[in-house]
């Protein structure tokens, strides 16, 4: 946060007298609908990015495909792209009302980024593709690699030896870390990853296991973030990846979208004004839900609503957003602690850039509290059979808060897409305590 100037006494008292700030610090479950929401044709250019920098993104990953299906089996399928299905939870959806009440109209999906090879989170789309971005600058600069070449080059001793001499660092509350640190040290950089204090054993010892440095820190996100960027700047021959402001990573989630569209369709999901489809993101920091939420406009348009997901402890994009202090304010300035077991999503400072790119093109933020986190973990376990990490359920809490607001037209002939963000890479037993805690709470 070395570069942040942040807003005067007076200016943020001001913001945070907004009559919906008293909910947000007693930490209670909350709407927030975005009044500043435009259509997307006016607001598209809010972002600094365009269709043409998304297609860059997928043609580059489509030059990498044959590398990593060589170095990644579980991408063989895909043709060596990173890419996770659709799945319909009707049984999910009959159980999320309550008890005994109507079910919630239209439909829910989910997107199973759970189950992205490599990392088994979201990250492997933004987190993977900044690294790949990288490693094809350094070839091609140093001669190695042209664009035309078969990818598989990549793992022969001249480009490793390159990769080998020099290092790549981020920070990190897990997975972007895992994502990073497993596609780096493949690759053959060095790397270094700043966990934060909740980042899970699991991953740092997983990190270990590949030969990554971890630096385990004390303190929040934001802290391991600073670190990582202050050990950056003293090699410049060391890339520090920037969860809070990089393009790079924002493009690599933002291919997601161009993928989804045909998905769909093949699904029979049709997506139009009548047919509205709502997708619920999970927010952290903003880069992996804000990149998909920009890559969805993109394709979809004003038929596409992205909602943003939170914890009650950490709303950092929705007070972010709501004060227009974005980065410039912390969820700590209105007495929140910033603690949850949504580890990917304990943030406590929203990226500026993601905030003010999407400030006119998300419907809105909601927020949920741990406990309906383990509750809906256990219920999609119980209705689908899988495996999600706490964060991963943010999203499908959703269709409670928006179906209810819409039309009974719109309602009903809507599609409500859940992002699950992660979670097949958990341990088993560490699994197991989340679905005792979620099956405790809903028998409770
Ligand atoms: C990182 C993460 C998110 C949110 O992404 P941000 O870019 O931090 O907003 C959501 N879910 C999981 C599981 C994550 O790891």
């Known amino acids: 946060m070395s570069d942040l100037s942040l807003p005067s006494p007076a200016t943020l008292a001001t913001a945070l007298s907004h009559p919906l700030v008293p909910t947000l610090r007693a930490a209670q479950p909350t709407l927030w609908r975005n009044p500043a929401l435009a259509p997307t044709a006016t607001a598209l250019g809010d972002v600094g990015l365009g269709a043409d920098d998304v297609a860059q993104a997928s043609a580059r990953l489509r030059r990498f495909a044959p590398y990593l299906a060589l170095k990644f089996p579980a991408t063989v399928a895909a043709g060596g792209l990173i890419e996770s299905p659709v799945q319909a939870a009707p049984a999910l959806q009959a159980a999320l009302g309550p008890a005994g009440a109507p079910p919630l109209p239209g439909r829910l999906w989910l997107k199973l980024d759970s189950h992205l090879p490599v ?208 980065e410039g304010v912390s969820v700590r300035d209105i007495g929140l602690d910033n603690v949850t077991a949504a580890d990917g999503l304990a943030v406590a400072r929203p990226s500026g850039f993601v905030g003010r790119a999407l400030q006119r093109l998300i419907d809105g933020v909601y927020t949920v509290d741990d406990a309906q986190l383990f509750r809906l973990l256990a219920l999609t376990e119980a209705t689908t059979s899988l495996r999600l990490e706490p964060s991963a359920l943010a999203g499908v809490a959703g269709m409670g808060w928006v179906a209810p607001t819409l039309s009974p037209t719109l309602a009903a002939g809507a599609t409500h897409l859940a992002w699950a963000t992660g979670g097949s890479m958990v341990p088993e037993d560490e699994m197991a305590a989340y679905l005792a805690r979620g099956r405790a709470l809903l028998d409770g």
Request: aromatic share 6%; charged share 20%; net charge neutral.
């Open 119 to 326: 990392s088994g989170s979201i990250k492997a789309r933004g987190g993977l593709y900044e690294v790949l971005h990288h490693a094809e600058r350094l070839a091609l600069d140093a001669g190695l690699l042209r664009q035309e070449d078969d990818y598989r080059v990549l793992d022969t001793p001249p480009l490793r030896a390159l990769f080998a001499a020099h290092q790549i660092a981020v920070g990190s509350t897990g997975n972007l870390g895992l994502s990073i640190g497993l596609m780096g040290a493949t690759l053959g950089f060095r790397v270094t990853v700043h966990m934060s204090a909740d980042a899970r054993q699991w991953k740092k010892d997983r990190l270990r296991a590949h030969g990554v440095t971890v630096v385990e820190h004390r303190a929040d996100y934001g802290a391991a973030v600073a670190e990582g960027r202050r050990q950056a700047e003293a090699d410049p021959r060391c890339h520090f990846i920037d969860d809070e402001n990089s393009r790079h990573l924002f493009l690599g989630y933002a291919v997601a979208a161009e993928r989804l569209a045909p998905q769909l369709a093949a699904a029979g999901v049709v997506v139009d004004a009548e047919h509205p489809l709502h997708v619920h993101l999970p927010c952290g920091v903003g880069g992996g839900p804000g990149g998909v939420a920009f890559g969805l406009k993109l394709a979809f348009g004003d038929a596409v609503h992205c909602w943003f997901a939170e914890p009650t402890r950490s709303p950092c994009m929705l007070l972010g957003m709501l004060t227009g202090l974005h």
